[in-house]
C-alpha cells in the first residue's frame, strides 16, 4: 500500500475521473508489435491534429474493474474477457492487435501501482479504462502507421445519478445505435459518438438512458448505449442474441453462465419483440459500470410501462451471486477473479 494517497471520499463516490499516480503507456507501428510499454505519470497527452483517431475514429477501448474483496485482495474479473473483446475490436478497426497475455499484463501493472486508489471492501471499485489509437497523422482515410496504448483508472462508485433506483428508460425510435455487420460488436469509440445525441435528448426529457431497436424493422430490442438488457417472464430469463450489432457484455455473460448454471434458470438468447419486453415481469440491464441495475419504467411512444419500484427477484438472485463472486464473498466456480500482488 503507497503512503501518498490523496484524500478520497469513498461514500461520495460517482463515475467521473478521478485523477491517479500513474497510466500505462506503450507504442506500436501498423505492421509491428506492441513494444513493452511501461508505467508514466497519469497526464495529458500530445497528438496531431491530423492523428487517425481525431480524424476517422480509429480508436478502441475496454471497461474492466478492479476490486477489494472481503479476503483482503485486490481481484480482477474476466479480464480474459476483456482482453478477447480488445482483440476483436483492434481487428475490427485494423489497429494493431495486441496479444492477451501483453494486455492483462498492462492492467495488472496499472492497477497494482494504483492499488491505493482501488475503495475499501464494499465501498465501490477502481474503473479500469484501456485505450488504443491511431496517433500518426492521415490526411486521407487509412488505417495509420502509428498507434497508442493506454491503461488509465479512476476509483468509481455508482454509474447512474441516484445509485441503484430503478432505470427510467426510453425506448429510442429516431435513431440507430448500430448496423448490421457494423461496428457495434467492437467497442469502437465511434459507437459512443452515434449514442450521445440521443442521451442528450432523452436525459433533457427526464430519461436515464435509451434503449436502441435494430436498424432494420425497428421491432426488436437491442441494448442501451452502455448496457446489455436482460427480461424476465415466468420464472424465464431472456436476452437479445449476439446478432452483430451488439456488444458481448462481459456481465451479460457472465449473468448467462450464473442463471443457467448456478440458479437452475432458463436462459434465452433469442431476437426480443418490443411488445415482449413490456409485457415482462422484470427488466434489468447489465454492464461492467452498471453492474446489474433494474429497470422501473420504459416508455414507448409516450405510453409508459411500469416494473416496479425495486430490483425484480430474479435479478436481485444474479446480482447477488455476481457481485459476491467479484468480492469473494462467495466462491468462485467459474475460475473468473484473477490477483493482483
Ligand atoms: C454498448 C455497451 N453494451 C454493453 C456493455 C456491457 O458490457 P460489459 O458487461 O462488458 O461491461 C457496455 C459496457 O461497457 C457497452 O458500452
Keep these: 500500500m503507497r503512503s501518498d494517497k ?8 460517482g463515475f467521473n475521473p478521478i485523477k491517479t499516480r500513474s497510466m500505462y503507456f506503450a507504442n506500436c507501428s501498423l505492421n509491428g508489435r506492441w513494444n513493452k510499454g511501461g508505467l508514466v505519470p497519469y497526464g495529458n497527452i500530445e497528438l496531431s491534429p491530423a492523428a487517425g483517431v481525431l480524424n476517422y475514429g480509429q480508436g478502441v477501448f475496454e471497461g474492466t474493474k478492479a476490486f477489494n474483496t472481503y479476503n483482503n485482495n485486490i481481484a480482477l474479473f474476466r479480464i480474459d474477457k476483456n482482453a478477447k473483446r480488445m482483440a476483436w475490436s483492434t481487428k475490427r478497426l485494423c489497429i494493431p492487435q495486441m496479444d492477451i497475455d501483453f494486455f492483462v499484463n498492462a492492467v495488472k501493472v496499472t492497477v497494482q501501482d494504483n492499488s491505493d486508489y482501488i475503495p475499501p471492501y464494499g ?3 477502481l ?19 502509428e498507434y497508442t496504448f493506454v491503461v488509465f483508472v479512476s476509483p468509481v462508485g455508482p454509474y447512474f445519478k441516484g445509485g441503484i433506483k430503478p432505470l427510467n428508460l426510453k425506448i429510442e425510435t429516431n435513431y440507430h445505435r448500430a ?23 432523452a436525459k433533457k426529457e427526464g430519461y436515464d438512458e435509451v434503449i436502441y431497436l435494430d436498424s432494420i424493422d425497428g421491432e426488436m430490442i437491442e441494448e442501451l448505449g452502455s448496457a446489455n438488457i436482460f427480461i424476465c417472464k415466468d ?16 456481465t451479460r455473460d457472465s449473468v448467462i453462465k450464473i442463471a443457467s448454471d448456478l440458479l437452475d434458470i432458463n436462459v434465452e438468447q433469442t431476437d426480443i419483440h418490443i411488445k415482449e419486453m ?9 454492464g461492467t459500470a452498471v453492474t446489474i441495475t433494474p429497470v422501473g419504467k420504459i ?30 464473498e462467495l466462491d468462485d466456480p467459474f475460475g473468473w477473479l484473477h490477483f493482483v500482488d
Excluded at 179 to 196: D, E, F, M, Q, T
Excluded at 235 to 248: F, V, W
Excluded at 299 to 325: D, R, S, W, Y
Design 235 to 250: 420464472g424465464t430469463i431472456k436476452t437479445p442474441k449476439l446478432s452483430g450489432s451488439i456488444l458481448d457484455g462481459v
Design 6 to 13: 490523496i484524500n478520497i471520499d469513498w461514500d461520495k463516490l
Design 299 to 328: 416508455t414507448h411512444n409516450n405510453q409508459v410501462f411500469e416494473f416496479g419500484n425495486g430490483m425484480g427477484p430474479i435479478a436481485k438472485k444474479c446480482k447477488k451471486v455476481l457481485t459476491g463472486i467479484q468480492r469473494q
Design 127 to 145: 474503473y479500469i479504462r484501456p485505450i488504443v489509437w491511431g496517433t500518426a497523422p492521415a490526411l486521407g482515410v487509412k488505417a495509420v502507421s
Design 179 to 201: 448496423a448490421p455487420r457494423g461496428i457495434g460488436n467492437a467497442k469502437a469509440i465511434g459507437n459512443y459518438s452515434a449514442s450521445l445525441y440521443p442521451l442528450v435528448m
Design 278 to 286: 413490456l409485457e415482462a415481469d422484470e427488466v434489468f440491464c447489465t
Design 123 to 125: 465501498k465501490g471499485s
